[in-house]
């Protein structure tokens, strides 16, 4: 029984392989862009942790079995969107009218939508692309002042070549990076914010690893942008969005509460890899699976960093020090009582995530599938199957 994850209906505020360890990178420090501190919106209330009644047992219960859904009806407290495509990347823009999480999500086929618990998705954008390889809509990420703009940034894939678009509420979407190159393979990209004003931007090599280490291509890179596209202020080379190279086809970007630090997943030749993004060449990786299970989506918690998997169901644990050195080998969990695969996350806080499932895309889909859930990890690290 999986323990790390707790699927209860009560709920409380939200607070705010083989492998070699190889040495620990220097903190990023490419940005000299103060914090952004936006007003908070209303703070939605999680699945997963609860005070319990009189006579209750306490946090860590074996959860009560949760029936099977009906169509696109699902009765796991933690899902909040269903009956959604491939789901390529997610948000969280607040509380919904119930207190609870809502979020964007994207549909790699070029959908950006809204999901709140029972209720359908509301369509944000639909943006034509060509997900005929690896690509389509594959990125998302939100202004670091979404409760004031309502501005999205999403990846995609073109009939011509891959680009960044800007979504902006009752206008159509515009493109602010373009000129990404497009190949046969190594399309599909990734968005984060970075916690200080821009966008992160890692992309894929377009099926050419020469890109990948050529200083003047976008591809094959890990770039940061200002809101318009351009390269961001504080970037290790002035007036260029390059901030690391050696990229073949990313899967996840993530950033810690503080900012110090930056992860980005990828599908190499011979393995799947997590890297430390810092200024100049990738480098050695932080932790490497030579299974391929698919690295996607990662979240960077205080204690540990959370892996999904495009491949196999669930997702992997790294326990982490506070300077970001993994002190273990990964912990699956969720393989067997959780989502199927999961593909896109992003961290609400240090112990919760948002997540979108890809089980339409190889897995065992239910009738509710694809969804976008609340994952709550119960104390610090993770725990085993």
């Known amino acids: 029984m999986v323990r790390s994850v707790v699927l209860l209906t009560a709920a409380c505020l939200l607070a705010g392989g083989c492998a070699s360890f190889p040495d620990e990178p220097a903190p990023t420090s490419w940005s000299a862009q103060p914090q952004l501190t936006p007003q908070a919106g209303p703070r939605p209330e999680l699945p997963g942790e609860y005070r319990p009644s009189p006579g209750e047992q306490g946090r860590g219960q074996t959860p009560q079995s949760v029936p099977p859904p009906q169509g696109c009806k699902d009765f796991n407290p933690a899902v909040i969107g269903t009956c959604l495509s491939t789901v390529t990347g997610v948000a969280p823009i607040g509380a919904d009218a119930q207190g609870g999480v809502a979020a964007y999500a994207t549909e790699r086929g070029g959908r950006l939508v809204k999901v709140t618990k029972d209720v359908d998705p509301v369509v944000i954008a639909q943006i034509e692309v060509d997900a005929s390889t690896d690509g389509g809509l594959t990125g998302l990420a939100l202004s670091a002042t979404f409760p004031e703009d309502q ?202 995530s948002v997540v979108g499932t890809i089980n339409k895309a190889g897995g065992q889909p239910v009738s509710s599938d694809d969804r976008v859930a609340i994952i709550v990890r119960e104390g610090g690290g993770g725990s085993k199957d």
């Open 151 to 352: 501005l999205a940034y999403v990846y995609v894939t073109t009939a011509t070549d891959n680009r960044v678009l800007r979504i902006a509420p009752g206008d159509s979407p515009k493109p602010i990076l373009t000129g990404i190159p497009k190949g046969p393979s190594g399309n599909r990209g990734v968005l984060a914010s970075d916690r200080k004003g821009s966008i992160l931007v890692a992309t894929g090599d377009a099926g050419n690893p020469a890109l990948a280490a050529d200083p003047n291509s976008l591809a094959g890179k890990v770039l940061r942008i200002d809101g318009s596209g351009k390269p961001a202020q504080g970037n290790p080379t002035a007036g260029s969005a390059v901030v690391s190279s050696g990229l073949r086809l990313p899967g996840g970007l993530c950033v810690s509460a503080d900012a110090q630090k930056v992860w980005v997943t990828d599908w190499s030749a011979n393995h799947d890899a997590v890297y430390r993004v810092v200024p100049g060449k990738l480098g050695d990786a932080a932790w490497t699976w030579p299974d391929r299970p698919g690295v996607m989506g990662c979240a960077s918690y205080s204690d540990v960093l959370t892996v999904s998997t495009a491949k196999t169901p669930g997702m992997q644990n790294l326990p982490m020090n506070a300077a970001g050195a993994f002190t273990g080998k990964p912990e699956p969990f969720m393989q067997q009582d959780g989502f199927g695969r999961i593909g896109p996350m992003e961290m609400l806080n240090d112990t919760a």
